[in-house]
């Protein structure tokens, strides 16, 4: 693995900037370069390979663990396609459980809880009705019900009122 690259710590701070504003000057006068000279030198730094490098880096980083849309309903679905099957096996010599490390992330990340009970092992996946009911609404099948409470005032107008407020008589 190559070595990692050390930044001073102004191209750190600027690299950190870059990323959260997205404004090479101004990235480049909060890393502490020059004020006059920071639009040359913004443009400078994002051209260094190793700077930019860093930057696409940490930028996939964040993607990664970012929360968007896309994610939770990815997460959503791996929720759904959850499958008992996977996590034990059951027939007339009893249930027995699959072994833990032969479940993928995505398995164990679909248990909702597990314990060990005196008459055996008890595992319980997250709620696929629950699931199903937020991917509906994700899904715009639900229209949420909002009741408004308070007090409502109202003025009547009538036709021959506008008709003087606006300068047209009848």
Same mark, same amino acid.
């Given at each position: 693995?190559?070595?990692?690259?050390? +930044?001073?710590?102004?191209?750190? $701070? +600027?690299?950190?900037?870059?990323?959260?504003?997205?404004?090479?000057?101004?990235?480049?006068?909060?890393?502490?370069?020059?004020?006059? !000279? &920071?639009?040359?030198?913004? =443009?400078? /730094? @994002?051209?260094? @390979? *190793?700077?930019?490098?860093?930057?696409? %880096?940490?930028?996939?980083?964040?993607?990664? !663990?970012?929360?968007?849309?896309? %994610?939770?309903? %990815?997460?959503? /679905?791996? @929720?759904?396609?959850?499958?008992?099957?996977?996590?034990?096996?059951?027939?007339?010599?009893?249930?027995?459980?699959?072994?833990?490390?032969? /479940?993928?992330? #995505?398995?164990?990340?679909?248990?909702?809880?597990?314990?060990? !009970?005196?008459?055996?092992? $008890?595992?319980? @996946? =997250?709620?696929? $009705?629950?699931?199903?009911?937020?991917?509906?609404?994700? &899904?715009?099948? +639900?229209? #949420?019900?909002?009741? =408004?409470?308070? %007090?409502?005032?109202? *003025?009547?107008? /009538?036709?021959?009122?506008? *008709? !003087?407020?606006?300068? $047209?008589?009848?």
């Amino acid at each position: 693995m190559p070595k990692k690259k050390k +930044f001073t710590p102004r191209q750190e $701070k +600027f690299i950190e900037e870059y990323i959260a504003k997205g404004n090479a000057a101004e990235a480049a006068r909060n890393a502490g370069y020059s004020v006059k !000279t &920071a639009d040359r030198i913004g =443009h400078a /730094l @994002l051209r260094n @390979l *190793e700077i930019a490098d860093e930057i696409a %880096r940490r930028r996939a980083e964040i993607r990664k !663990t970012s929360i968007t849309p896309e %994610r939770i309903v %990815r997460e959503y /679905l791996q @929720l759904l396609n959850a499958n008992m099957k996977d996590y034990a096996a059951w027939g007339p010599g009893g249930v027995k459980p699959r072994p833990s490390d032969t /479940l993928t992330e #995505e398995q164990t990340a679909a248990i909702s809880e597990i314990a060990e !009970t005196q008459s055996g092992i $008890k595992i319980k @996946l =997250h709620d696929k $009705k629950g699931i199903l009911d937020s991917l509906a609404r994700i &899904a715009g099948m +639900f229209v #949420e019900k909002v009741e =408004h409470t308070g %007090r409502l005032e109202y *003025e009547i107008v /009538l036709p021959e009122e506008l *008709e !003087t407020e606006t300068g $047209k008589e009848g």
